[in-house]
């Protein structure tokens, strides 16, 4: 971590402490340079001591509702924007902005909608095991659902993600509700299992990567843009898929994606020709639309009636 000079910024160091009053009881006491550096995992791993009053800190926050959720986030983030130009004291603003639900298991309905998370947000190995809501959150940092379960009705609409997005090897139980989701940095859905499919309709991705996604019931990607490179290799589509009015700025992957009911893409558009080998459609819909954009070279089509593939050289 950049080196930090606490008495140069001593200001933001006593509103750091004035909004996160845990410091005072981990074993780092009021060293918070050094307890930010055990949270960012640069000195080895956080005393369990530390880790424990940090969760209990975002626990009794959470406890507290919504408004005084948000109060405390918007405090953080203004303290952060006084340290842009101190790398080293945002690290430190960062790391005590964790939100730390990871290996949670919530057995009633819980509402995190509308809240702000002015750092990471970490749910990894969380079980959620009835309804859950996150429409309108706003992540300002990473947010970390790897291996994750959503067993009952869950709904991320009009969330905005400013980082990385991991939802690797999740499991969604119902519908996964993404409509209007906008995720500005990186996402990671890989090996996730949408037993129910997903709707992702309107949303605004970066780079988003659905290799070895599954997804058990009809989807949808509707008038979704594509920013950055989407790649769905191998992913399996057990009904219908729908990317009808979808924009593709950069290289779509469809390598290997099987798709057992309709695909359709009319009035997607595709900035660069999609990488189609070995798809197959068992389903129908129009995806002719993807066999007149992929016109570049060597190529694999795609031949929705009989649900295999033919090879097309361009000769």
């Not at 990894?124 to 940092?141: L, P, R, V």
């Not at 969604?172 to 129910?196: C, K, N, S, Y």
């Not at 989407?230 to 589509?237: G, H, L, M, Q």
């Not at 070995?278 to 795609?302: E, P, R, S």
Request: net charge negative; with cysteine.
């Amino acid at each position: 971590m950049t080196k930090f000079n606490p008495q140069r910024n001593s200001t933001v160091v006593a509103e750091l402490k004035l909004l996160n009053p845990w410091v005072e009881n981990t074993d780092y006491n009021d060293d918070i340079v050094h307890l930010a550096r055990a949270l960012l995992g640069n000195i080895g791993p956080i005393s369990e001591k530390a880790h424990f009053e940090q969760r209990l800190a975002t626990m009794s926050r959470f406890a507290a509702g919504r408004k005084a959720w948000n109060a405390w986030s918007k405090e953080m983030l203004e303290v952060r924007s006084l340290a842009d130009t101190d790398p080293g004291l945002v690290a430190v603003c960062d790391a005590l902005a964790k939100a730390n639900f990871s290996g949670m298991r919530f057995t009633e309905s819980v509402d995190f909608a509308a809240l702000i998370f002015p750092g990471r947000a970490e749910f990894s190995g969380s079980e959620f095991e009835t309804d859950c809501w996150f429409q309108g959150a706003t992540f300002y940092g990473s947010a970390t659902f790897r291996q994750a379960s959503f067993l009952g009705e869950t709904s991320f609409e009009r969330a905005s993600f400013y980082g990385l997005v991991d939802f690797a090897n999740s499991l969604f139980m119902q519908p996964a509700q993404f409509r209007q989701v906008q995720i500005l940095g990186p996402a990671v859905f890989e090996h996730t299992d949408f037993t129910r499919g997903g709707w992702f309709s309107g949303c605004k991705f970066n780079d988003v990567v659905f290799t070895n996604a599954h997804f058990g019931d009809a989807t949808a990607f509707t008038d979704s843009e594509f920013l950055g490179a989407a790649t769905y290799a191998e992913a399996v589509f057990q009904a219908s898929c729908g990317f009808e009015g979808a924009k593709f700025r950069k290289q779509a992957k469809l390598l290997q994606v099987e798709v057992g009911g309709a695909a359709w893409f009319q009035d997607a558009k595709f900035a660069q020709p999609p990488e189609l080998a070995g798809m197959q459609v068992f389903g129908g819909g129009d995806v002719d639309v993807l066999l007149h954009t992929a016109k570049a070279g060597k190529h694999t089509n795609v031949n929705a009636q009989r649900g295999i593939t033919s090879r097309c050289d361009g000769s």
